[in-house]
């Protein structure tokens, strides 16, 4: 969750940026009318590689005024 997409869009990106190799899909929703361009926004990221490479990079994430990260985590049985 973003809660400024317009103030903290530079930082978001370059985390986004630096660890692109981790993301295997990237998708970002936010609320958009004539009226409304919401700053708030959602970002769902589909991760492949390492957990520790991945668990530094949402960690990246979260140093980001603005940003909750949340996860969670299927496995194939």
Same mark, same amino acid.
């Given at each position: 969750m973003v809660y400024d997409r317009i103030k903290e869009a530079g930082k978001t990106q370059e985390v986004l940026t630096k660890h692109s190799t981790l993301?295997? +899909?990237?998708?970002?929703?936010?609320? @958009?009318?004539?009226?409304?361009?919401?700053? @708030?926004? +959602?970002? @769902?990221?589909?991760?492949?590689?390492?957990?520790?490479?991945?668990?530094?990079?949402?960690?990246?994430?979260?140093?980001?005024?603005?940003?909750e990260v949340q996860s969670m985590e299927f496995r194939n049985s």
């Open positions: 993301i295997r +899909t990237r998708l970002g929703f936010h609320e @958009l009318s004539r009226e409304v361009c919401s700053r @708030l926004g +959602t970002i @769902l990221l589909v991760m492949q590689g390492a957990p520790d490479k991945i668990e530094q990079f949402q960690q990246e994430l979260a140093e980001i005024g603005g940003i």
